[in-house]
C-alpha cells in the first residue's frame, strides 16, 4: 500500500515537472526558441547602430588622414543617435550595387550615406522617411557644342561616364541606351566619372548640383549643365536598412520628423549647401494660417 502511493507521487511529481517545463520553453524568448532577433531588438539590446558607407561629398566624408566622418548624411545620423541615446558606430565602406547584400546578411544595421530611393531598390530593403530630394541633371564639358537635347545623348557617337551598381548607371540604360558607357569601379570616388569627362574620356555626367558644385571649386569653369526645362529625374534621398525591420523604421522616421520639426536637418543643409537648389527641401505636412 505504501509503495503503491510513493509511485502514486513520483508519477505527480514528474507530471508536474513536465508541464512546468513546458510551459517554461513556451515563454522563452524568440531568440532562446531560435527566432531571430529583430534589429529593433538587437540595436537596444547593444546601444549602437551599425553602420556603412561610401564616400559621397557633401553627404558622406571620411577625412583620410584621421578617419572622421562629416557630410550631411552623417551629421543627421549623429542627432539621430543623440535623440535615441544610440552609438553610431561606422563599421564599413561598401560600394553601390552591394548596399543591400550587406543589410540582408546583417553586417550592418543601416546604410549611412544616404541613397536614392526607387522601385528597384525598394524591392531589397526599407527607406526612411526622405531627409531631402535630388534633381538629377546632365553635366558636359565646357567646350562641348554636340549635345543640346536629350536625343543628341542617345547616340552611338556619345558616351557615357556611370559607376557600376550606382543610379547614374541605371538611369543611362533607360534613357540612353545606344550611347557608348564607361563605369568606374563601385568603390571609386565618384567624381573620376566627372574627371573622366573634362579629360574627354567621356562625353556625359549625369549629377545633381551636390558633387557638381563640390568638384568645381577645384575645377572652375570646366562643365556645364544642358538644360533641358527640368531634372532629369527626381529622388527621395533616405537612409536604407534591412526589409522587414517595421520597428527600427518607425524608431528612425520619427527621429527624422523631430529633426526636421525643430529645424535641425535645415541647419544641416545650409551648413553644406553651396548654391541656390542644391538640396530639394521636405515640404511640410501643414499649412500656417
Known sequence: MNKSYSMK??????????????????????????????????????????????????????????????????????????????????VEEVGWGTIFEGLESDRYDL???????????GKRGYFSKPLFYNGIRIWVRANETRIKTLEDINSLEIRLTVQDGAMDAVIADTDFPKAQKLAIPQLNPWSDNLLNTISNKADVSLSELGPITEFLKKNPGTLKEVDIGRPLRVFANCYAFKMGEDKFKSMIDAAIDELVFDGTIEKILQKYETAPGQFLRVAAPYEMK
Open 9 to 90: 507521487n513520483l508519477l505527480i511529481v514528474l507530471i508536474t515537472i513536465l508541464f512546468v517545463c513546458t510551459q517554461f520553453a513556451c515563454q522563452q524568448s524568440p531568440q532562446t526558441q531560435g527566432q531571430k532577433e529583430s534589429l529593433y531588438a538587437r540595436v537596444l539590446r547593444t546601444g549602437e547602430i551599425r553602420c556603412s558607407y561610401a564616400s559621397y561629398p557633401p553627404y558622406c566624408i571620411k577625412d583620410p588622414n584621421t578617419g572622421a566622418m562629416s557630410g550631411i548624411f552623417v551629421d543627421v545620423l549623429e542627432e539621430i543617435g543623440k535623440k535615441l541615446e544610440l552609438k553610431i558606430n561606422w
Open 111 to 121: 546604410f549611412g550615406a544616404g541613397l536614392w530611393q526607387n522601385s528597384s531598390r
